[in-house]
């Protein structure tokens, strides 16, 4: 089995080549909320509303391709299955219950010269709530142009501004990729939708890893009552702390804690205009994941 990773890993390595920059390729991840109330909403009907739990379930896989100019498009798929109860969802609406989500998004960096790139990114998602079938007219896009900087032999830095359907509105985005001098310090920014900071402890092999991860998924539903919800957009901002253990090679297992400062359900009419917003109070989360992690100061 390792020689099988190592081999995957090579285009991996090359991408990384000459700089302390960590990738990862695969991540498998699980996070839960406990049990929760809601906080506010804009409708008494759904004011006194418990929901019981909220699971989730994603998988992030991504594969570089590299441009005859040194150029690289990044694709990347991303599938999400969910599962939430509560208590006594009112009969107004559609109650959101398992759902699954794919996402297909593409990143490209383009050289203009030694020191300058051009980004550009193109994403295509499709969440499903249960019993709704697969169309097109449920597509979700978002589209971004942007710039990175090679800062050092070390670092990028960068920034874009992506449009997101789901919400209406461009999203400026931080990107900051790199690591101290000592290698001890790993970044990978993409604020606010992902922050990841990690710092090495015994022979890179023990790793503390802060996460903040801000989610935004877009869900359809299915409803034969009029004048009812035609999706729903789950937001949370998950703050999360944990223990990234090496297994072998470059394949991690991680634990960690949080809370979900941001936590809402947001429900849409067919002109993608709110019609609710339901507001659940702060929470504590628990997430577990195997990712791989491909850095070229890490060796073993």
């Known amino acids: 089995m390792k020689y099988v990773v190592a081999i995957v890993m090579i285009p991996f390595m090359v991408i990384i080549k000459g700089r302390a920059q960590s990738f990862e390729p695969l991540t498998i991840r699980y996070q839960s909320i406990s049990s929760t109330h809601v906080a506010s909403a804009d409708r008494e009907a759904f004011e006194d509303q418990d929901r019981k739990y909220l699971n989730w379930v994603d998988v992030n896989v991504r594969y570089p391709l590299w441009l005859k100019n040194g150029g690289l498009i990044l694709p990347e798929y991303s599938y999400k299955a969910f599962g939430q109860s509560f208590e006594q969802w009112p009969q107004v609406e559609t109650e959101p219950l398992t759902a699954q989500l794919h996402r297909l998004s593409f990143k490209g960096v383009f050289p203009l010269n030694r020191k300058w790139n051009l980004l550009g990114i193109g994403v295509m998602s499709q969440g499903l709530n249960d019993g709704v079938g697969f169309n097109i007219d449920n597509n979700f896009y978002r589209f971004g142009v942007g710039f990175l900087i090679n800062k050092d032999s070390v670092n990028l ?49 023990t790793r503390i890893r802060f996460e903040q991860r801000l989610d935004n998924d877009r869900i359809s539903f299915s409803s034969n009552v009029e004048d009812t919800a035609d999706s729903y957009n789950y937001t949370h901002l998950n703050v999360s702390m944990g223990i990234s253990q090496r297994l072998f090679g470059p394949v991690y297992a991680n634990g960690s804690v949080g809370i979900s400062p941001l936590n809402v359900l947001s429900l849409y009419d067919l002109d993608n205009e709110v019609i609710e917003t339901i507001r659940f109070d702060i929470r504590p989360t628990f997430s577990f994941s195997l990712y791989v992690s491909v850095n070229p100061n890490d060796r073993k």
Do not use: H
Not at 160 to 177: A, D, H, Q, R, W
Not at 183 to 193: R, S
Not at 198 to 204: A, D, F, G, P, S
């Open 157 to 205: 830095i960068g920034a874009s501004v992506v449009f997101v359907s789901e919400v209406g509105l461009p999203i400026p985005v931080f990107i900051y990729k790199g690591a101290s001098k000592s290698g001890k310090w790993l970044f990978n920014l993409e604020a606010p939708q992902l922050s990841i900071v990690e710092y090495n402890l015994v022979r890179n092999d």
